[in-house]
């Protein structure tokens, strides 16, 4: 049974999209920036409301190009 509980190191969702929330904010663990998807992503002209699972295929950090497996996910406010 999945109970959406991560494996590996904390927070990491390595690419395991079922883990990840509509309104889910990832980091990228190399240079800390946030996607949020109430603010989409500007510079890969993401709309806001997308969700992190939603975005495309080649998408990557936009601050350091990190792939998007490696984001964390952040714990909900």
Not at 8 to 33: A, D, Q, T
Request: charged share 20%.
């Amino acid at each position: 049974m999945n109970t959406g509980a991560f494996e590996g190191f904390e927070g990491s969702y390595l690419g395991n999209r079922e883990v990840l929330r509509p309104v889910s904010r990832l980091e990228c663990k190399i240079c800390w920036w946030v996607y949020d998807p109430a603010l989409g992503d500007p510079v890969w002209q993401i709309e806001a409301g997308t969700a992190f699972a939603d975005l495309p295929a080649h998408w990557r950090c936009p601050n350091c190009d990190g792939d998007a497996q490696q984001f964390m996910l952040l714990p909900e406010a």
